[in-house]
């Protein structure tokens, strides 16, 4: 759906006709909102339902919101798709993750990292079909029809799921189940934060600022706070050792580099795509299959990199700052070339060609370690919460490109977020040696 959601929201005759900028805003938030509730979705697996049963609700939901954006009902009908889909993402999305560590728990950090590679490659493979179909559908025979399409896939994978023996005997009881004195403060905390919210929004309303761009905004805000708080909160348990406590610290550098990547990442579902629709010479290609080089790329190098790392010992810091160079470097040339893009002119597509490339290697170096040392430092009975932690990562990342993306436009937008990621993987460089004795590297 990321292949023709930005297209469908800015479609003045079968879309919602919204304005680019503000476009790029709605799909940055809900891309956020897809991580961000990854953090419930794992405290939920590790505290009540354990990951697998966790996931596969996940997966109702995703099918449920697809099935809303598929029926055409307008606006209301569009967000109520969005929210369902975020929703069940992130039930599904970290305990599917989790749930690979549980398969190669008594693998060595090595054997692990490389199943998370291949993870990563197989998770393309779909995501790369996926784009080439449905963005191809939406563009020859609606946007309805693009989107029931993910509908059918979705209930086909939920049967797959449900098949797999494999996965059946992994363990999934709740790591650390709910006492009953802790489920009422979870439901009395709960009730609170709902009343809060619910009155910060007539209040709003009242006032005539509830917009979708002041919504926005506060969102972004929501997704940065909510993390730090986490990690806060995780740094003062009482539990933790010394040696928990230093991997945390570790693991809050590594965290706010994520944040860094992902600032330029998942830009590449709005704002690249409507830069490729009116830039670029895609050369007889739909313009919804630029989103394919993404997967192209990952699953060309994934097994590459997943050969070295059973060969070649390489700590997560310095993945994470070679993943951000080459984020960083990406940004950078993609501001070369809206350099030429003047006017009515268009570019080659070996331009993007070039940005996925290296995005790519950046991803593949930084996203499946960070899934991986999430799962190594996370305290006992927190597993699915750690890298549901990651997730928001991604989360704060695309909710804060997103909104720079709301004021800087061209060649300044990806000078000033590809120089940042540059900066941010020089800095891990440095800091690598101090990282390494952190987490026990």
Known sequence: ???????????????????????????????????????????????????RKTALIGGVAILAGHLALAFEAG???????????????????????????????????QERDAAYSKFYASVNVGGLASTLLVGWLGLHFGWNVAFGTAAVAMAASLCVFQA??????????????????????????????????LAAGAAARATGTLTLPHALTAFAVLAVVVPVGYLVTLLRRPDLDERGRAGIRAYARLFAAAVAFFCIFDLAASNVQLFAADHVDMEGIPVTWQAALNPVMTIAFAGVL????????????????????LGGLSFLLLALAAGRATGSAHISLLWLVGLYVLLSLGELFLAPTGLSISHKLA???????????????????????SQVATHLTGAALYIALGGLALAAGLAMAAATPKLRLLTGE
């Open 1 to 51: 759906m990321r292949a023709v959601l930005a297209l469908f929201l800015i479609d003045t005759g079968h879309g919602l006709g919204m304005s680019k900028t503000t476009a790029v805003a709605l799909v940055g938030a809900y891309l956020s909102a897809c991580y961000f509730t990854a953090l419930p979705g794992g405290w939920i697996a590790d505290r009540l339902l354990g990951a």
């Open 75 to 109: 606006a209301a009908g569009v967000y109520a798709g969005l929210v369902l889909i975020a929703v069940g993402t992130g039930l599904q999305k970290p305990n599917m993750t989790a749930l690979v560590g549980k398969l190669y728990a008594r693998g060595t950090d």
């Open 164 to 197: 797999s023996g494999r996965l059946r005997q992994a363990a999934d009881a709740p790591g650390r189940p709910l006492t009953r004195t802790e489920a009422r403060t979870v439901a009395v905390r709960a009730l609170w934060c709902a009343a809060g919210v």
């Open 306 to 325: 997943a050969y070295v790392w059973r060969k070649v010992r390489l700590s997560s810091p310095a993945k994470f700052s070679t993943g951000l160079v």
């Open 379 to 401: 305290p006992a009975g927190t597993g699915s919460q750690l890298v549901g932690l990651f997730f928001l990562a991604a989360a704060a990342g695309d909710a804060i490109g």
